[in-house]
């Protein structure tokens, strides 16, 4: 079985680089261990923006900041749990990530997951989601994987009694019948979207939707088919999910298997990163459901 860094050795990627894939690949192992036994009850406080924390989003987010600490080739941190970029030493790589996206989900014992986006930059600020070397999530569910993107190509790893292996090469997204609907109270508001939704339901889409942008996002990646929408709305008119810690590493997950993602107007990934906390709209998934969601929005 290849193991993830013998599989990044082989890509022919730089030492540096290697070491930083490698040290978030190790940060989810430690994440996925403490998860089985860490509790699921709320932290008592709010992320910047608001949001009420569970006692793993903090831990998390500490379990891989420790990690990424130790790799002298990362110089920068953003995580979705703190309000300011992190400088954390003199290396030329820049890790943006959300710790564990889909929290609510965990006393429920749903799926969830993390994000990651690596970049070469001395800040976020001003950078695009094409200027990303690599992307990857991680899904805690039954099995604990890591989908990685680089600029040739999706990968999918599983950790085993080795460690993470190769399970899935060369992951394509193309076209069929699955729908991952979020913010369905839009529909209340903007008929375009109603529209939308009537579609995929007379053409019999198949509904798959857990709530958790990862599991949802790798389900489609994983399945080679589907779309995942969420609109704006009058609570979020900007958009729910953040551009720099969900949107644009998603984005460059699904361009590089072969789909599409979109603003409604606009490729996810030309997007410039005005500020940490900023929100965006995403249609996301096959090339031909990305370019219906812009013809019925628009």
Not at 170 to 186: C, H, Q, S, W
Not at 207 to 226: A, E, F, H, T
Not at 244 to 266: H, I, R, S, V
Request: hydrophobic share 40%.
């Amino acid at each position: 079985m290849k193991t993830f860094c013998k599989f990044l050795e082989e890509k022919g990627l730089s030492e540096d680089l290697r070491s930083v894939l490698c040290s978030l690949k190790d940060s989810v192992k430690v994440v996925a261990e403490r998860i089985k036994t860490a509790e699921t009850c709320k932290a008592g406080t709010d992320n910047e923006y608001g949001e009420e924390q569970m006692k793993l989003d903090v831990l998390a987010d500490q379990l891989i900041q420790v990690e990424c600490e130790k790799n002298s080739a990362i110089g920068l941190l953003a995580s979705e749990e703190q309000p300011n970029e992190i400088k954390i030493g003199e290396g030329k790589f820049a890790v943006a990530y959300d710790p564990l996206d889909g929290s609510s989900l965990i006393d429920v014992n749903l799926a969830v997951g993390t994000i990651f986006a690596v970049y070469e930059a001395t800040s976020f600020i001003g950078v695009k989601g094409d200027e990303q070397v690599a992307s990857m999530i991680a899904v805690y569910g039954p099995r604990t994987t890591i989908v990685l993107a680089l600029e040739d190509g999706v990968n999918e790893f599983t950790l085993t009694d080795e460690g993470f292996c190769l399970s899935k090469e060369a992951i394509t997204v193309g076209e069929g019948k699955m729908f991952a609907p979020g913010n369905l109270r839009a529909c209340s508001e903007n008929l375009k979207y109603l529209d939308l939704m009537t579609f995929w339901t007379r053409a019999e889409y198949t509904l798959r939707y857990s709530g958790g942008m990862v599991p949802d996002i790798n389900q489609i990646l994983i399945k080679g088919k589907g779309i995942f929408s969420y609109p704006s709305h009058s609570k979020y008119p900007d958009g729910k999910l953040r551009l720099l810690f969900e949107c644009a590493p998603m984005a460059f997950l699904m361009e590089k298997a072969g789909g599409a993602a979109t603003d409604g107007f606009k490729r996810i990934l030309e997007k410039k990163v005005e500020k940490l906390e900023q929100r965006t709209p995403i249609f996301i998934g096959s090339k031909e459901e990305v370019d219906r969601c812009e013809k019925y929005l628009n």
